[in-house]
């Protein structure tokens, strides 16, 4: 299914007269705090955010799952969903694939398709945390950090594998998320799996392409629930730097322990230049993988504070990083749950770059408190969305993805096109 842009066209028109008396109202308010609206405008329009192929049928938890309907049964499908949301927002301009999940049968043709929908492939993730069917060697007890070297082997050749597939289709870089680890204490030498891992990364990396990077992301838990061999930043920095220049520390949000101070682990990995990418969600309690912003909306502002500030003071040479929604959507429609997703970020970082540094910094070295409190919360109470629906609106995309995504019933179209039944590959 596509959008036909006249569809585009005619809710813009329907909504033009609202958003354009709100525009103008906020661009007034924000020209007199000293802000050049339009420079903010186009750095939204310019923020792009990958869907992961993962994310756009029903997830799912061990108890159960519950199919949405019309989800897609291809890579060919899953492309086309993403080329809805993109044509919707203008800000879903690349998709990260999941190998052996997403295995172009034609790469030229999927390249083609792709490209025919604005998209571009961001990183590619590699598996070895499930046993596939054609494989000789389990990973129950680990992949990279495996006491066998044959099963070291497989799971090095495996992300080689993945990188192959990643050229094809005109990816840069492959993302290493490992499920390593130990349930119970005594299980693991905590030295002897570490080193293996290292080693085997570092293979992994000196079979990279010399234009593509490595991103290692980690988790402080599950599904092994004593120990992760990648359990936090320090790990992923301190292996990324043993790899070499290229490889980078991915962070994830809920891959975190509750309350863990996020920003300041940004702020940090940014300044050493090792920041290489982002997975956006959210949580209540752990790796929930909750729609983006719809708990800890102050946090993710946070983190965009520090990444914008992060960016703009690149004294280390942090590369642009890969932005993606790393989400799970069991309750609402994925394609619903991606839009808010989209929506949620594209605030964060809105409001972010409204927070007046040269004000902040002056408030902070004279210590005074309050008025860095005062500074940051003026940003983060500003209602920005007149500024995201100016950027689609001169993007050409929706006013309000969310409610012409419901106007055109997309979800009943799919389910017509593609059955009640389907399934997609994912988590
Ligand atoms: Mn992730």
């Not at 927002?89 to 879903?92: D, P």
């Given at each position: 299914m596509h959008i036909q842009k006249t569809l585009i066209d005619a809710h813009n028109e329907s909504l033009y007269q609202r958003h354009t008396d709100e525009y103008a109202s906020l661009s007034a308010q924000l020209q007199q705090r000293g802000i050049h609206v339009p420079g903010i405008v186009a750095k939204i329009k310019d923020f792009q955010v990958a869907i992961p192929s993962w994310a756009l049928g029903a997830g799912g938890t061990r108890f159960g799952r519950f199919s949405i309907g019309g989800e897609p049964g291809s890579l060919e499908q899953k492309l086309d969903d993403v080329g809805l949301l993109h044509a919707l927002?203008?800000?879903?301009g690349a998709v990260s694939l999941h190998i052996p999940w997403d295995l172009p049968g034609d790469a030229a043709a999927i390249r083609q398709q792709a490209a025919a929908l604005g998209l571009c492939f961001d990183a590619v993730n590699s598996n070895t945390f499930q046993d596939q069917a054609d494989q000789g060697y389990s990973y129950k007890f680990g992949s990279l950090c495996h006491v066998s070297e044959a099963t070291r082997r497989q799971a090095i050749d495996h992300n080689l594998y993945v990188v192959e597939i990643g050229q094809m289709l005109g990816s840069k870089s492959i993302t290493v998320w490992l499920a390593d680890?130990?349930?119970?204490?005594?299980?693991?030498n905590f030295r002897r799996a570490l080193d293996h891992t290292r080693r085997a990364l570092q293979e992994i990396y000196a079979g990279l392409p010399t234009d593509w990077s490595m991103f290692i992301e980690y988790k402080a838990y599950e599904p092994n629930f004593y120990a992760m061999v990648i359990q936090d930043w320090g790990t992923s920095h301190l292996l990324a730097q043993q790899c070499g220049e290229r490889a980078f520390s991915l962070v994830d949000l809920g891959h975190h322990h509750p309350n863990t101070n996020i920003e300041q682990i940004v702020a940090t990995l940014i300044a050493q230049g090792k920041l290489g990418g982002f997975h956006f969600n959210d949580s209540k309690y752990g790796d929930d993988d909750l729609t983006v912003g719809s708990i800890k909306p102050y946090q993710l502002f946070l983190i965009f504070n520090e990444l914008v500030y992060g960016m703009n003071h690149n004294h280390a040479g942090n590369p642009a990083l890969a932005w993606m929604i790393d989400a799970s959507h069991n309750l609402k429609d994925p394609l619903e749950d991606l839009l808010q997703s989209l929506e949620a970020i594209r605030l964060a970082y809105a409001q972010a770059l409204l927070i007046n540094q040269k004000d902040l910094e002056a408030a902070q070295m004279e210590n005074d408190v309050a008025r860095c409190q005062e500074i940051l919360q003026d940003a983060y109470r500003t209602d920005v969305r007149p500024l995201l629906r100016q950027a689609r609106l001169e993007k050409g995309a929706a006013i309000e993805p969310f409610r012409l995504y419901r106007d055109l019933d997309v979800r009943k179209q799919l389910i017509r096109e593609r059955g009640s039944k389907t399934v997609a590959t994912g988590l």
């Open positions: 927002t203008h800000s879903a680890g130990a349930s119970f204490p005594g299980q693991l």
